[in-house]
């Protein structure tokens, strides 16, 4: 999943966002409809009653963690990508404990609140004239939209059951997903700058396509139905790590002190979060 870190830092220097973001999609429903159409057809009275829910779910998943990301690459770094995203997992308990009744303890509200520091403390680069005066890199306000939606996403998954298999489900949410971002892609289009359809294209978006999209959510979904939201949402700690290697190997990014700081204090949220999660 974290190789999205890389497309939305090197990929969107080539292709617009938004463009990036709905062909990703496109493609991906592509690839995997003859996989799915022959189920789909033969049971479409079976699922049709999700179809609302589906679309919910491919405008989180597919729209907002599609596009956000990209657009926050123009502005920002692979490594704070990384550790804004691995925030989620608070955002996952959270949204749980308001529309899902699981109880929070107050050592847990702790976490939430250390961790919601750390991002903050990232996000004005430990400059706190910057959240004074209200100045922020563009690019790490559309990196905690994503992970707010990747949040969204992960709890709607699990408590939304489906009559579909998980291939067939997932080939409508790319479908809703690149539906979802149609009437933006147009507006990029028309209004701020035009694809190039070359092989940089052809790269990118085949790249987007299979390794962060197919390859990563049919097994996020998967590990999701069977442990549920706020355990699977633990794999996204990890984008940390693996943002600060990329930005390394592929961006001569490097880490300040900010962003060990505003990680260990994401550290010490998560676990103070992940402390006996109890359902009412």
């Known amino acids: 999943m974290a190789s999205n870190l890389v497309i939305a830092r090197g990929g969107t220097e080539l292709i ?4 990036l973001a709905f062909w990703r999609w ?3 429903f592509f690839i995997l409809l003859p996989f799915a159409l022959n189920y789909l057809k033969k049971n479409f009275n079976k699922f049709r009653s999700e179809l609302i829910k589906l679309f919910v779910l491919g405008f989180l998943g597919c729209g907002i963690c599609g596009a956000f990301p ?3 690459g123009k502005t920002t770094t692979i490594v704070n990508m990384g ?5 989620s997992p608070i955002f996952i308990i959270l949204i749980s404990a308001i529309f899902f009744r699981e109880r929070l303890s107050n050592s847990q509200y702790s976490g939430i609140l250390i961790c919601l520091l750390g991002v903050i403390l990232i996000i004005i680069k430990a400059n706190i004239n910057l959240l004074i005066n209200l100045k922020f890199t563009i690019g790490d306000l559309w990196m905690l939209g994503a ?10 998954l ?3 059951k489906s009559k579909l298999p998980l291939l067939q489900r997932f ?3 790319s479908m809703f997903g690149a539906i979802s971002l149609l009437p933006f892609f147009i507006f990029e289009e028309i209004y701020i700058l035009k694809t190039s359809y070359d092989l940089n294209f052809l790269f990118w978006v085949l790249f987007a396509a299979l390794s962060p999209s197919i390859i990563a959510f049919l097994l996020f979904n998967f590990v999701n139905n069977k442990l549920g939201a706020s355990i699977t949402g633990s794999v996204l700690y990890l984008y940390t790590v693996y943002g600060a290697v990329y930005g390394f190997l592929f961006f001569n990014e490097r880490l300040e002190i900010y962003h060990l700081a505003g990680t260990l204090m994401v550290f010490i949220g998560i676990f103070l979060v992940k402390k006996n999660v109890k359902k009412a």
């Open 171 to 173: 080939t409508l949410i």
């Open 26 to 28: 496109t493609l991906c």
């Open 16 to 19: 617009p966002p938004i463009s």
């Open 147 to 156: 992970s707010i939606g990747w949040a969204l996403y992960t709890v709607y």
């Open 83 to 87: 550790i804004i995203y691995s925030s």
């Open 158 to 160: 699990f408590h939304w």
């Open 70 to 72: 990209f657009l926050a």
